[in-house]
């Protein structure tokens, strides 16, 4: 299915955009969350340490005194201060709130030990002073002092790496994590999708109901069953109208044909008057028209519903044409009608696969409407041209026409034997029905349009197999 590795790539790009975002979100929230709680340089525990050696000075009277804006910061940080004299190593000052567990003398051990980490757990910082150390003590737990800070030199060279190295192991990791955590709902999508690319095409569909997404298999498969349902329903109903049209056809045949002989007898008497004569004439008229929409509906129920056998073979569509305008001239058109035949000479052949009889029935039909549709008279346009591996077959007259708005609905409003929505004009008439579904049976079109000779024109496209000129 090519939607599932869409699907996948889909996944992993949403994935990979997560991850990044993740990362990006957590390092500007480390660095803030950092920032918040990393006192500024001024109040930096090594700073205040600095600052107080170098404020606390020897005065004449052999007396340390601390100045009053040190002892005040001091006072504010919370922190304490001693100064270990660098000869005896014992403390000869401290501020007042030097917690009593501190001692008084040190080793230089416990001096080296004090400048990286605690006194009694107190953190302690160091400041110089040109009479001893000066050591700050802070309160516990104010500050977390790392008391080996000592690692092996490849390890910190090669640390820009490392971290590269493993924050992407981490991702692959975490991808192959959630590629198998989906596996499943990879697994119920395959089905489903089928599922409704089968269900669009018309056929049964059972998806099996199990996985994260049996919930959708399920309404699947119930819209499937319904589906099935209605297109059975729907198949036996169009059955049913076939049926009926064809039954219906067949009973008026008979009392039609009752019809046309008596009155035949009654135009041809020798006893009845020239006005009942012509009665008889237009009774025979109006019985043959009759006849021949009974033909039609017949046969575009057959066509509607596949029930008209289409028997294709290969013809010379320039010939099958000609012959339909010849039978036309021959059957002796009233004199305001005239065909004229307007082929290229030099177009010989045009073949297609065709049912020879339905598309002279098709060609017959336009024929017969450009003569139906112009009480006046008119001349009809016939001809048949070759292009883009097409034959294109022309029907148009200098007739009445139609205005945009009629060929408009004639192009694509349905018939109203196949229309279900109620509608108050009619449609086009059966003519134009059969035409377009003895054309479309052919993997043809039919274009309606107006005639360069002023009336309607009528194309009718088909696929060649051979043509010459």
Known sequence: ?????????????????????????????FVVLIGSYAPDKEMSPYNIAKETGEALQLSASGDYVLSKNMSSKLTNSGAWAILIDN???????????????????????????????????????????????????????SFWKHTQPSWNYSLISNFPQI??????????????????????????????????????????????????????????NSASDILQ???EQLRKKETARANWIAGVSHDIRTPLSMVMGYAGQLENSLHISQEDRKKATMIIKQSARMKNL?????????????????????????????????????????????????????????????????????????????????????TIYVSVAANNNNCIICVEDNGIGASDEKIEKLNHAP??????????????GLGLLIVQQIISSHNGTVDISRSKHGGLKVELTVPSKKFGL
């Open 1 to 29: 299915m090519k939607s599932i590795p869409k699907l996948i790539q889909r996944f992993i790009s949403i994935f990979l955009l997560s991850t990044v975002l993740i990362v990006l979100m957590n390092i500007i929230a």
């Open 87 to 141: 000869n005896t190593l014992r403390v000869v000052w401290k501020t007042k709130d030097v917690p009593a567990t501190i001692p008084n003398d040190y080793t230089l051990s416990d001096v080296a030990n004090l400048s990286i980490g605690y006194i009694d757990g107190y953190p302690t910082y160091t400041g110089d002073n040109k009479n001893g150390v000066v050591v700050v003590g802070f309160p516990h737990k």
């Open 163 to 220: 971290v590269l190295s493993v924050f992407f192991i981490n991702i692959l990791l975490i991808l192959g994590i959630y590629l198998i955590a989906n596996i499943k709902l990879l697994k119920s999508i395959n089905p489903i999708t089928k599922g409704i690319q089968r269900l669009s095409s018309g056929e049964s569909v059972h998806i099996p109901e199990t996985g994260a997404l049996s919930e959708i298999s399920s309404n699947i």
């Open 229 to 231: 349902i209605q297109k």
């Open 294 to 378: 009974i033909n039609d509906l017949n046969l575009a129920s057959k066509l509607e519903y596949n029930m008209q056998p289409i028997m294709k073979k290969e013809e010379n569509i320039v010939a099958v044409v000609r012959q339909v305008v010849v039978d036309f001239m021959n059957m002796g058109m009233q004199d305001e009608f005239s065909i004229k035949w307007e082929t290229d000479a030099k177009l010989t052949v045009c073949n297609i696969n065709v049912d020879k009889d339905l598309l002279k029935r098709a060609i017959s039909n336009l024929i017969q409407n450009s003569i139906s549709h112009n009480e006046n008279g008119c």
């Open 415 to 428: 018939h109203y034997m196949i229309c279900d929505t109620s509608t108050v004009e009619q449609r086009h």
